[in-house]
């Protein structure tokens, strides 16, 4: 059976893992540290800057995939022309990894976004302001994520220190209209190198302070998930993606959906699949990187919701309670990353499968509070 090499040593390889494990595939990983939450599967610490120690990973495996958008475009290039098989590959990588690509990317292809504009100087930013405002969001184009190089702003003065260094963003800055949506929709969508593409339900996400929260499978009614779908095929179709990708969306207050943003791997917004889809997204992101065919994305019960464990301080790791956590909800399941506690890492994940979302919600929530709670250990 052939190797998968991820690169990055995050959560989502480690959850990629058991699904290698069932499928007999053998996973590499390349870690930029050791005790990544990947570390059972890392063969290689490094900097995912340097081409050579990159590509000496790349001789070990028979695919590269990734666990974030990190790596550097020219990099992956120079490996395609050596002939490694990226995916998904550099050519539509860009669009993830830079929001200023991808909002003109998905323009020409006439989806429906909030208004943006590609700024250099505040006299633009300014600008942009006055027509959209009085608040807009300002976004780094590359190099964010949980929130971090996202500003709602009413004043260019607040992303001057941005403006200054420039070079380190793309040369430009994305500003978008706030849209002032009624809630976070999520479409999970996967791309074998065969073009045969299967989406998952839409889903409903919460995000808090930036961060994802938490996660209602199915979304919600009423929703369009029909058009949900459709954004989601035609993007995976038109950029060539291959693997898992998530399209982060907007609906508005008159059911309307605008494009977010594009995550070109599996997404916090789909790790409800382990337990709540026949095929989880990690399954089926080996799947589609290796070209086999996709498994079926059916939900295994009416809902699932998943709610993310996010460090509260550098002590609590969160897992000091899982006992009483466990047997206070059996039905639960609570996932741990494995990870040094910090204020607002994602250090692991619960999920619950059933009829009722409202009442899976506040399940979840009792259990994590019981984590939360370092006293009671
Ligand atoms: N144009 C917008 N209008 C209103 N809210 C927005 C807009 N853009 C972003 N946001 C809010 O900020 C959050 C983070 O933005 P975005 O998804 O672009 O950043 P990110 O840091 O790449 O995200 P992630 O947490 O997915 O890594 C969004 O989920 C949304 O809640
Ligand atoms: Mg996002």
């Not at 610490?45 to 990159?54: E, K, P, R, S």
């Not at 026949?278 to 919701?305: I, W």
């Not at 639960?332 to 619950?352: D, N």
Request: charged share 20%; hydrophobic share 40%; net charge negative.
């Amino acid at each position: 059976m052939p190797t998968v090499g991820v690169i990055g040593g995050g959560q989502l390889a480690r959850m990629m893992l058991p699904a290698a494990i069932s499928m007999g595939l053998e996973l590499k990983v390349f870690a930029e540290a050791d005790g990544s939450p990947a570390h059972n599967a890392v063969t290689q610490v490094g900097d995912y800057n340097d081409l050579a120690q990159i590509k000496k990973f790349a001789e070990s495996v028979d695919v590269i995939t990734f666990d974030h958008e990190h790596v550097p475009i020219d990099l992956l290039e120079a490996l395609v022309q050596q002939g490694v098989s990226v995916q998904p590959g550099p050519h539509c990588l860009r669009f993830a990894q830079n929001k200023l690509l991808m909002r003109m990317r998905l323009q020409e292809l006439g989806l429906p976004m909030p208004a943006w504009k590609a700024v250099v100087n505040s006299e633009q930013v300014r600008a942009f302001i006055s027509e959209h405002g009085p608040e807009v969001v300002v976004k780094t184009p590359i190099g964010g994520y949980d929130g971090k190089g996202v500003r709602m702003v009413s004043d260019a003065a607040e992303v001057e220190d941005w403006l200054a260094d420039l070079d380190k963003y793309g040369g430009q800055l994305l500003c978008e209209q706030k849209v002032s949506f009624a809630r976070e929709l999520s479409q999970l969508v996967a791309r074998n190198s065969a073009g045969d593409i299967v989406t998952w339900n839409t889903v409903q996400t919460v995000q808090a302070g930036g961060v994802c929260a938490e996660v209602i499978a199915p979304a919600p009614l009423p929703v369009n998930s029909k058009l949900a779908d459709e954004i989601a095929r035609t993007i995976s179709e038109q950029l060539g993606v291959t693997g898992v990708m998530a399209v982060e969306l907007f609906e508005t207050k008159t059911g309307d959906l605008l494009v977010n943003e594009l995550a070109m791997r599996p997404h916090n917004s789909g790790h409800f699949t382990i337990e709540g889809a026949v095929t989880s997204q990690f399954e089926q992101h080996l799947r589609a990187v290796l070209g086999l065919p996709l498994g079926d994305t059916s939900m295994r019960a009416k809902h699932a919701v998943m709610l993310n464990l996010l460090g509260v301080d550098e002590s609590n790791n969160l897992v000091e309670n899982f006992e009483a956590a466990m047997s206070y909800g059996p039905a639960l399941k609570i996932h741990s990353y494995q990870k040094q506690p910090r204020k607002g890492r994602k250090m692991g994940h619960i999920t619950a499968l059933g009829d009722d979302y409202v009442q899976l919600l506040e399940r979840c929530r009792e259990a994590a509070a019981k984590l939360y709670d370092s006293k009671s250990a």
